[in-house]
């Protein structure tokens, strides 16, 4: 297996949603299992998904894909793509306990953090308070919503009127969909496993279809289309992490869901974790449907483990969905992906 880092950006804009009422809300990132579904509509097309699912079965799978995370262009254009990681869950190592205390409000507020800083915060070694401070000064410019003043940041959240029309009065009423647009020269990328080339080049060939379908909502209006330029091995992009890759705690960047002989092992794995519920309509192809698929709860991104997991697929084909026309079974992807 060799992992990949690859780029998407997104020239209309995009709609990914959050859980809530109304669709005013939308998240500069992506799940790994709203990803991976998209993909697999885009193989469905292809006519590759019924082999790549029987194939992700294996052990180990044919690809592991990674959330969407924000990357953008480094303060005063001279660093560069800065890239953006969740922060861990967990507490980083200090050489002081009362350290923690001091600055733990400023820690919590940090929510990205560069791939290196990652690494510090998961390995063994204290850090000092001008340690947690050089650490804080890094993580400040990633992932900042624009600002005017400063002239700093990569996204811009807006809210973009539409219009719904009654259906037996014709009376309208105006309700209000969240956009997020991406500056020049940020947008979102992506890491992903991969076991050979062959199922390289035919991953490729459904994110290249992908950008064109579109990914998240409001597809109709032209959101979510993007450009992807191809995989790129991870070490030309990050270069070499050192003595800082085997940390001994590893940081979830996707969404996971345990197998079966794994739920034994998790209260002493799992160090630090959150979870979330996935739910909502099913897509099949190009085509949506009125089908709500199985709701399922997964651990989420930046949770925190001693041994990295393997996951699995979940079934959330409707109960009765065969009954009602829905030709295939539906999966949304709880595959672990964990850094390094």
């Keep these: 297996m060799k992992t990949y880092l690859y780029h998407l950006e997104f020239p209309a804009g995009a709609h990914f949603g959050r859980q809530g009422i109304g669709l ?13 579904s998209g993909i697999v509509n885009a193989l469905a097309l292809l006519g590759e998904a019924e082999e790549v699912l029987r194939e992700l079965n294996d052990q180990p799978p044919p690809f592991t894909l990674s959330s969407l995370f924000p ?15 969740p922060r861990p869950l967990t507490s980083p ?3 002081d306990s009362t350290l923690l205390q001091r600055a733990g409000k400023d820690i919590k507020k940090i929510r990205y953090l560069q791939p ?21 000064e890094r993580a400040r410019p990633l992932a900042r919503p624009w600002d005017a003043e ?62 064109d379908m579109g990914l998240g909502g409001e597809r109709t209006y032209g959101l979510g289309t ?14 070499d992490l050192g003595d800082l890759r ?28 959150e979870m979330e519920e996935s739910r909502g309509f099913v897509v099949s192809g190009r085509h949506a449907t009125t089908l709500k698929r199985k709701r399922v709860r997964f651990i989420t991104e930046g949770s ?37």
């Design 24 to 36: 005013e809300e939308t998240r500069e990132t992506v799940p790994s299992d709203s990803l991976f």
């Design 116 to 136: 290196s800083d990652v690494l510090r915060w998961l390995g063994g070694r204290p850090l000092g308070e001008r340690d947690l401070g050089l650490l804080r």
């Design 71 to 85: 990357f953008g262009p480094g303060a005063g254009n001279g660093q560069g793509r800065l890239y953006a990681l």
């Design 150 to 211: 400063s002239g700093e940041g990569w996204f811009i959240n807006e809210l973009r009127p539409r219009v719904a029309l009654d259906r037996s009065s014709q009376n309208s009423s105006i309700w209000w969909c969240g956009v997020v647009h991406f500056r020049r020269g940020a947008g979102l990328y992506g890491l992903v496993r991969i076991r050979d080339d062959d199922c390289g080049k035919r991953l490729e060939a459904a994110f290249r279809l992908l950008g």
């Design 93 to 95: 190592p200090v050489e």
């Design 226 to 239: 993007f450009r992807f330029d191809g995989f790129v091995p991870l070490e030309e992009v990050w270069g």
């Design 304 to 340: 925190v483990a001693t041994e990295p997991l393997a996951g699995r697929l979940v079934d959330v084909t409707p109960e009765h969905g065969p009954a009602l026309g829905l030709p295939h079974r539906v999966y949304r992807s709880g595959m672990g992906f964990w850094f390094p």
């Design 246 to 273: 085997k940390p001994g705690r590893y940081l979830l960047l996707s969404r996971y869901a345990p197998t079966p002989e794994e739920l034994g092992r998790l209260t002493e794995t799992l160090t630090a974790w």
